[in-house]
């Protein structure tokens, strides 16, 4: 009997003793292997939502894809002068059938690389898809535009100079400004501008006019 309890206790012991350096080096050598596997899957479970941006939703249900492209509109601010899309939609909207668009841009790309560029997605007025859109260049070298180009039937059926309503655009809104601001010098009072192909949000609104 008192042999069976040694071997018994001395099972046991042996038994605590093994349990005990299982556990040990479960904490030493592989706990640290588990938290390292579960922070790469977190990290490469992340970047995965960044490269495939259109498959995961917020809880709102707006794509990720869509709130990048508003963070990206808000960071990219846009040009001195341009209209926001809101106001451009408003604008459009009163305007109807007298709507002239005065697209700024230069057919010449030596003098304007950027134009050529934009012209690719956006064809440079005239074109049978901007039915309302006519090519009025901007000169940055003479700060001149030549006003001739605009149908006088177009101004006269819109009320004259100071009601026709007008929205002129370049590529993102810089020499539009100074097409605007030509404009009203000549005695256009009722001019917006409307940036360009570049600026998404904005072109989206008139680009098909």
Known sequence: IFLASYASSSFMKRAISILAMASLFVIVFMLPS???G????????????????????????????????KIFTIAMERKPGV??????????????GNLI????????FSKEPGDEATNVNAPIAPDISRPRAINI??????NSMDLEGIPTQWIEAGGGKEK???ITHCGGGGRGQKAK??????????VVNGGGPEDTECWKVFGNL
């Open 34 to 36: 588990l938290v390292a």
């Open 38 to 69: 579960l922070c790469t899957f977190s990290v490469r479970r992340s970047a995965s939502i960044v490269l495939r941006p259109t498959i995961y939703t917020n809880p709102f249900n707006i794509r990720v894809e869509q709130l990048r492209s």
């Open 83 to 96: 209209s926001s899309p809101e106001d451009l939609a408003d604008f459009v909207a009163s305007a109807g």
């Open 101 to 108: 668009v005065v697209d700024a841009r230069n057919r010449d």
């Open 137 to 142: 260049v901007y000169d940055r070298a003479s």
């Open 164 to 166: 026709v309503p007008v």
């Open 181 to 190: 601001e030509f404009l009203m010098a000549a005695g256009f009072q009722n």
